[in-house]
C-alpha cells in the first residue's frame, strides 16, 4: 500500500510533464501554408485527364542520402493513395516498384529505373523513378568506419569505437556521413559521369518518339536531384540538334506541364557553379568596408532557368492547360532546402508557387530533426495531397 501511494505523486508528475512536452510540440506549417493567395495548379489526376486515353509520364528523381527502389515504391504508394481515397490501404503500382521484374539496371551506368503505373479514374499515370544514389555508394563507403549505427551500406564495417551523444551520433551517421557526401561527389570530379548515366537513363525512358508531343510530363525531384536533372537536360540540349540526346531534352521540357521540387537546393548547389565575384573593396579591410558599398553580385541563369528559356514560344501555353506550373515545397526547419524566387523562373506560361510545409514536429520551439525536415516530403500525406490533387482540391479526388 505504501509503495502504491508513494507512487502516485511520480506518476502525477510525470504525467504533467508528459502534456507539457506536447505542448511544446507544434507544426507550424501543418496544414501547409500557400504563400501566394491566387496559387492554383492541377493535381496529377487532373494531367491524367488530359493525356485523353494515354499514359501521363511521372519522373521521380530523389536527393542526397542512400536511396533505393524502397523509396520509389513508397512515393507512388503514398500518391496513389491520395488518387484513391477510398482506398483504405496504400494500392501498390500495377508493376510493383519493388518486385525483381520491374526494376532495370542500365548495363554499365547503375541508375536503377523503377518503373510502375497507377490507374485513376481520370486516367492511368505511368511513373519512372530514377535511383542514382547506386552512383555515389562505393565512395561513401569509404567513411563507414565513422557510422556509429551502421546504414545498410555499411553492414559488417568495424563498430565505431569511440562515444557521442545520441543526437550527435544520429546527425553525423545520416545527413554527415551519408547525405552531404552525394552533394560533395556530385560537385566533384565525379559529376560529368553522373550526368553521362543520368543521361542515359533519361533516354531509356523518354527517348519514344511517338508519344504524343502534347501528352502532359510531371517532373517530382527532391533535394539535390532536381539539380542532377536540370544540369544532364541542359547538357543534352546542347548536343548536336538532330541528336537522340538533344530531341529528347527539348521534347521533355515542352511536354513538362508539371514541376514539384521538395527541398529545393538549386540557391545554394549552384554556388559551385559561379566564379568568385569582382570586388573593388576587397583588399580592404573588412571592418572599414560599410555595408551600402557591399553589392551582391546578380546570380547567373542556372540549369533550370536556361531550360525554361528554351520552351517553344506558344501562345496557348498562357492557358491554364498548357502552362508550366512549379511548386517548391519547403520546411523552414530543414536547414539544407530554400524556397524559389519566383521573379527567377515565372515567365509567359510557366507559374511559380512556393508552400511552406512542416514535416516533422518542432519541439520547445528549438528544433525539428534535421534528417526528417530534409527527408520527409513526399513521405508527407498533406505534400502527397497537393501534388495528386492540385489547389483547389480537383472535384476528381473527392
Given amino acids: 500500500m505504501n509503495n502504491a501511494r508513494s507512487a502516485r505523486p511520480l506518476r502525477a508528475v510525470a504525467t504533467i510533464v508528459f502534456l507539457a512536452l506536447l505542448a511544446a510540440c507544434s507544426t507550424p506549417f501543418s496544414p501547409p501554408n500557400i504563400l501566394d493567395p491566387d496559387t492554383r495548379f492541377p493535381g496529377l489526376i487532373d494531367l491524367a485527364a488530359q493525356a485523353q486515353g494515354h499514359e501521363a509520364d511521372v519522373l521521380l528523381v530523389h536527393g542526397i542520402c542512400t536511396h533505393d527502389a ?49 490507374d485513376t479514374r481520370a486516367g492511368r499515370l505511368r511513373f519512372n523513378a530514377l535511383i542514382w544514389s547506386p552512383l555515389t555508394t562505393p565512395l561513401k563507403r569509404q567513411l563507414c568506419y565513422d557510422q556509429t549505427d551502421k546504414s545498410d551500406i555499411c553492414t559488417g564495417a568495424p563498430p565505431y569505437p569511440y562515444q557521442r551523444p545520441r543526437l550527435n551520433a544520429r546527425f553525423k551517421d545520416v545527413l554527415v556521413d551519408d547525405c552531404l557526401p552525394d552533394a560533395l561527389i556530385y560537385q566533384g570530379v565525379a559529376r560529368d559521369q553522373i550526368q553521362l548515366r543520368m543521361r542515359d537513363a533519361i533516354l531509356h525512358v523518354l527517348a519514344d518518339s511517338t508519344a504524343p508531343a502534347d501528352l502532359p510530363l510531371v517532373v517530382i525531384a527532391h533535394s539535390m536531384g532536381s539539380k542532377i536533372l536540370f544540369d544532364t537536360l541542359l547538357r543534352m540540349t546542347q548536343e548536336a540538334p538532330d541528336s537522340r540526346a538533344a530531341v529528347t531534352a527539348r521534347r521533355l521540357v515542352d511536354r513538362l ?38 553589392a551582391t553580385p546578380a546570380a547567373p541563369p542556372d540549369s533550370l532557368q536556361q531550360l525554361l528559356q528554351q520552351r517553344r514560344p506558344d501562345p496557348d501555353r498562357r492557358q491554364d492547360g498548357a502552362r508550366l506550373t512549379l511548386v517548391a515545397f519547403t520546411d523552414p526547419g530543414d536547414v539544407l532546402s530554400y524556397t524559389l524566387p519566383p521573379e527567377r523562373y515565372a515567365g509567359a506560361g510557366v507559374a511559380v508557387f512556393n508552400i511552406l510545409v512542416s514535416n516533422a514536429p518542432t519541439w520547445l520551439g528549438l528544433l525539428e530533426r534535421p534528417d526528417r525536415a530534409h527527408l520527409d516530403y513526399l513521405a508527407n500525406p498533406a505534400v502527397g495531397r497537393l501534388i495528386a490533387c492540385g489547389v483547389p482540391a480537383s472535384a476528381l479526388c473527392k
Fill in 70 to 118: 524502397r523509396w520509389a515504391a513508397q512515393v507512388v504508394a503514398q500518391l496513389a493513395m491520395q488518387l484513391k481515397p477510398s482506398q483504405t490501404a496504400p494500392p501498390a503500382a500495377n508493376a510493383a516498384p519493388s518486385a525483381p521484374a520491374a526494376r532495370q539496371l542500365l548495363d554499365a551506368a547503375p541508375i536503377e529505373i523503377v518503373p510502375s503505373s497507377v
Fill in 257 to 294: 506541364r508539371f514541376l514539384v521540387m521538395a527541398a529545393n537546393q538549386i540557391p545554394l548547389l549552384s554556388l559551385a557553379d559561379q566564379p568568385l565575384a569582382d570586388q573593388p573593396l576587397a583588399n580592404q579591410p573588412l571592418a572599414s568596408t560599410a555595408p551600402s558599398t557591399i
